[in-house]
């Protein structure tokens, strides 16, 4: 079993930051990648920032150089810190690793309940 946990959303005016935070524990092994995906109202998910083999970071269009994943390998633990926040980057967002090559929570559904973003004045 792998469990993630997400924290740091909340509601935060257009401009403002956050960070996310996600904490992974578990049955992790042969870990070799982590990300963020988000999921707006009425939209799919769609993937916000990964890293992968500790070295090659990947960002959406939409929010490159506002948005930086970052991580804490002491503490299995890795951020998305998220600057110039705007409106439709309002979403559920949730924390994913991958072991091997597969997608932990893509693969297996099992997405739980992430961390709400909303960015509203």
């Known amino acids: 079993q792998v469990q993630l946990v997400e924290s740091g959303g909340g509601l935060v005016q257009p401009g403002g930051s956050l960070r996310l935070s996600c904490a992974a524990s578990?049955?992790?092994?042969?870990?070799?990648?982590m990300a963020w995906r988000r999921q707006a109202p009425g939209r799919q998910r769609e993937l916000v920032a990964a890293v992968i083999g500790g070295t090659k970071r990947t960002y959406a269009d939409s929010v490159k150089g506002r948005f930086t994943i970052s991580k804490d390998n002491a503490k299995n633990t890795w951020y998305l810190q998220m600057d110039s926040l705007k409106p439709e980057d309002t979403a559920v967002y949730y924390c994913?690793?991958?072991?091997?090559?597969?997608?932990?929570?893509?693969?297996?559904?099992?997405w739980g309940q992430g961390t709400q973003v909303t960015v509203s004045s």
């Open positions: 994913d690793i991958r072991l091997g090559s597969a997608w932990y929570r893509t693969s297996t559904s099992s």
């Open positions: 578990g049955r992790i092994f042969s870990l070799t990648g």
